[in-house]
């Protein structure tokens, strides 16, 4: 063995166990996590996954540099009257065709959108009109 092996051996010794140790005890944890713990981590992960949170969008006007709006907001309402509440919703239709109008087109039996609506009411609608009258 050379002289600078034997100089430094015990810190070599010391880092390679040190490097040894922390690499067992991380793989240790590894699998604790992925096969001990997996089924608990994987339902966490799933129902976080799935949760659904209404976000409220509000739009801003758009002004150009020199203060004139170029854009403004318009209010839309959305509305269903059921004249007999023990209907079923699958009995009901619905015609919509903005994001406003997702949650009840998805509840009614038989949704319907225009040609021109929304991309996101499209996906979901059962049927969609093609032209205008």
Do not use: H
């Not at 100089?7 to 010391?14: H, M, Q």
């Not at 992960?45 to 709006?69: H, L, W």
């Not at 403004?72 to 059921?82: D, T």
């Amino acid at each position: 063995m050379t002289k600078t092996f034997m100089k430094y051996r015990s810190r070599v010794t010391v880092v390679s166990s040190f490097v040894i140790i922390t690499w067992v005890v991380l793989s240790m944890r590894l699998f604790q996590i992925m096969i001990v713990d997996g089924d608990g981590y994987r339902e966490k992960g799933m129902a976080q996954a799935k949760k659904t949170e209404p976000i409220p969008f509000v739009r801003g006007n758009i002004y150009d540099r020199k203060n004139r709006s170029l854009t403004k907001n318009i209010i839309q309402y959305s509305f269903a009257y059921v004249p007999n509440p023990k209907v079923n919703p699958e009995e009901i239709a619905y015609i919509g065709d903005d994001i406003n109008d997702l949650e009840l087109m998805k509840k009614v039996g038989f949704s319907g959108t225009p040609k021109n609506s929304d991309f996101t009411t499209k996906k979901i609608a059962d049927y969609m009109a093609n032209k205008r009258r």
